[in-house]
């Protein structure tokens, strides 16, 4: 009974973030001389209101799913992996460059693309966990400025050595990569692809991961109590860095599905444009860092995001009340976060003067 209550409370926050999100949302379209029901209706219409809409969602929440899992993970290891960005355009990057260069068929290449998004985002995540366990560098900072190493990375290689220079848009990007390495489509004529599949798959694998294996119990422990976790000999250092190589692995594989499933080639700024990253990280954060209703919350955020598109088009009401709403729901998840840091500050400060 006590884990209902406690399942209950914790289903109940996400919806009270997303019904005071709408309310605001209502006031603001009301200021702006918008139909309340009107504008709500044509923004379920533009994520829900067809199949086509539906699988545009679907296709909008995949890496927001994938990213949002793996910050999920590290998140309840008791790391701040905020560099989900530059390991999301890594991923990408490194999947471009594999399924352009590296000789074979194209179903080999797009096995060794999707690989290679994966090894390049854990790979740049583990390296900020590195830098945590033997310099005792703020993995909160390094994990947030390596994304501009990243950025600007990917953006020098496809703005010089590997830049297409064949069409005539002269844009920053590679060349196109052949269609026998691109990731299949689920529905044909429809833009959601394979990618989303391995959100799924991923989502059903963490979840049983954290709630049944003995690691699982591991990184929960040390993101829960890290001296009770050091005195149960967990090694810190090692679980860091395999669970900040699975999350960084998890949004470098965000990165490959989106240039292998649908760009088909790797575009400056393509990747960072859409807010993929800090979509994923409130996300996590709405749904407590849980698997399931990480993947929920990620559905939800595409959904504020197309519809939001589907609003402008057949309304007056701007594009930006989707941004307004999810604004809200940052700002509730933030003093959710604030009030529980101040009351855990609050116990540890009770339980040291007892003891003194």
């Known amino acids: 009974m006590p884990k209902l209550s406690q399942t209950l409370q914790s289903l109940l926050q996400p919806l009270l973030a997303i019904v005071v999100g709408l309310a605001v949302g209502a006031i603001a379209i009301l200021i702006v001389g918008g139909s309340v029901m009107d504008t709500y209706a044509e923004m379920w219409n533009g994520a829900f209101g067809s199949f086509y809409f539906f699988t545009n969602t679907l296709a909008r929440a995949t890496p927001i799913i994938l990213i949002g899992l793996g910050v999920a993970l590290a998140f309840r290891a008791g790391f701040f992996n905020l560099g989900a960005e530059g390991q999301l355009i890594l991923g990408g990057l490194s999947a471009a460059m594999t399924a352009l260069y590296v000789p074979g068929p194209g179903w ?13 985002g854990g790979i740049w995540s583990a390296f900020a ?3 945590d366990t033997r310099f005792r560098m703020n993995l909160l900072i390094t994990t947030l400025l390596l994304n501009y190493i990243a950025v600007f990375f990917a953006s020098y290689m496809v703005s010089h050595p590997f830049m297409d220079r064949t069409g005539s848009a002269a844009m920053a990007q590679t060349l196109m990569i052949d269609n026998a390495a691109w990731l299949p489509k689920l529905f044909q004529g429809m833009s959601v692809h394979a990618g989303f599949l391995f959100a799924a798959i991923s989502t059903i694998l963490l979840f049983l991961y954290m709630r049944y294996t003995v690691s699982g ?4 422990m040390l993101g829960g109590n890290p001296l009770f976790a050091a005195y149960g000999g ?24 989106e240039v292998l499933g649908t760009q ?6 393509s990747l960072a444009a859409p807010g993929y990253a800090w979509s994923g990280i409130m996300a996590t954060l709405l749904a407590s860092s849980h698997p399931i ?19 402008e088009r057949n309304t007056d009401v701007p594009l930006e009340i989707s941004s307004l709403i999810q604004a809200v729901l940052i700002l509730f998840v933030s003093a959710r976060i604030s009030y529980s840091f101040i009351k855990n500050r609050k116990k540890a400060r009770a339980a040291d003067g007892s003891s003194s």
């Not at 080999?108 to 390049?120: E, H, P, S, Y």
């Not at 088909?264 to 700024?269: A, E, N, Q, T, V």
């Open 108 to 120: 080999l290449k797009l096995l060794l693309a999707v690989i290679a998004g994966i090894v390049a």
């Open 129 to 131: 966990g590195w830098l």
């Open 293 to 311: 209703g990480t993947l929920l919350a990620a559905l939800l955020l595409a959904a504020l995001q197309t519809g939001g598109m589907g609003v």
């Open 217 to 220: 119990y591991e990184v929960r």
């Open 234 to 257: 967990v090694n810190r250092g090692r679980l860091m860095l395999i669970s900040m190589f699975v999350s960084g692995g998890l949004a470098g594989l965000a990165g490959a599905g």
């Open 264 to 269: 088909y080639r790797f575009i400056d700024g």
